[in-house]
């Protein structure tokens, strides 16, 4: 059986698969989806549209990964307004030479990166309005604990103040592991030392998605901006629900004040010390996506992204964001 992830040319493989959910599905086409580093993701395009699906196929070392999209989705699939794909099947010891796959339902649209394309500029906003409410819905769900998920909280940490702490320790010895500027380590480690004590304000761990930026978007673009899916949960952990909203926001590369003022009103009421919050988790994500970066070999960003590091670790706390 040919492998996923050389792109097969024909159908053959995929669709005894499909027909563990859809005994008479016949796919007809088979056509590779955005999918990254730890796996493959396929539409299967079906004779019925309604036995049609998303193919999920983990790398044998990243099979762990799918008891964790499984775990978050089922928890998403209870908020009713959310507009998430639902898990139809996965088979944890391996369908194809080992590989972990999962069968998700198929959601309707782009994602918003590629949609965008052929978008006005005035229209973006109301996309980000609508991922603001879709962060809020996603907060609901509360976690007893902070720290990674997979279909439990690995090395929970009782705390926010905690468990920030440990993380800015962690992707700051990878920055100087991999070759960072010291003076911009020292710099973010001076933040975290006068200003940390924010992170104690955050008093219960939500669930966050960790990853909500245009890639992960699907909508529906139209005479009305409709956002139809939520999709890719690899990244979820339980921590500060301002932590969430602020990679949304620093991930909106290219966008300004218009998509972070519609994203913060869709999210709704924020605590009085969120200008300041934000601003932290802001360099935080910064600082990872830096580190990411870097351990991949990808050297093109690293330049803007420092500059990014060292305007958010030295600014200081009273300063508007």
């Known amino acids: 059986m040919p492998q996923p992830d050389q792109s097969p040319p024909g159908t053959a493989w995929a669709e005894p698969l499909l027909r563990e ?3 008479e599905a016949e796919v007809v086409e088979l056509l590779p989806r955005t999918g990254g580093q730890l796996s493959t ?3 299967l395009r079906c004779t019925d549209p309604a036995h049609s699906a998303i193919l999920k196929v983990y790398a044998p070392e990243w099979a762990w990964k ?3 999209e499984v775990h978050v989705y089922r928890l998403l699939a209870g ?3 959310l507009p998430v794909p639902r898990v139809l099947h ?3 010891d391996g369908a194809l030479g080992g590989r972990a796959v999962t069968i998700l339902s198929l959601l309707s649209g782009l994602p918003l990166s590629e949609a965008s394309k052929d978008l006005d500029a005035s229209q973006i906003p109301s996309y980000y309005r609508q991922m603001g409410a879709s962060l809020a819905t996603i907060h609901q769900i509360g976690q007893e604990a902070y720290g990674y998920v997979t279909d439990r909280i690995l090395d929970p940490r009782p705390d926010n103040g905690t468990y920030m702490r440990h993380q800015f320790a962690k992707k700051l010895a990878e920055f100087k592991t991999l070759g960072g500027d010291d003076r911009l380590h020292d710099a973010v480690a001076r933040r975290i030392e006068r200003d940390g004590s924010l992170f104690d304000n955050c ?3 939500v669930l966050c998605h960790n990853d909500l930026h245009e ?3 699907l909508v529906a673009p139209g005479a009305v901006a409709r956002v139809t899916g939520i999709i890719d949960v690899e990244n979820a952990i339980a921590a500060d629900p301002l932590i969430d909203l602020a990679k949304t926001d620093y991930y909106a590369l290219g966008r300004g004040e218009p998509e972070r003022q519609a994203l913060l ?3 709704g009421p924020l605590p009085p010390d969120a200008a300041e919050r934000l601003d932290l988790y802001r360099l935080y994500h910064a600082l990872e996506l830096w580190d990411w970066f870097r351990s991949i070999d990808t050297v093109g960003p690293l330049a803007g992204i420092a500059e990014d590091i060292a305007r958010l670790a030295d600014r200081r706390s009273d300063t508007p964001s």
């Open 66 to 68: 799918q008891a964790k």
């Open 215 to 217: 890639g992960n978007v």
């Open 203 to 205: 008093r219960a761990a």
């Open 21 to 23: 959910v859809f005994p």
């Open 265 to 267: 009103e869709g999210y």
């Open 41 to 43: 993701v396929y539409e």
């Open 79 to 81: 908020l009713d307004t």
């Open 90 to 92: 996965h088979t944890p």
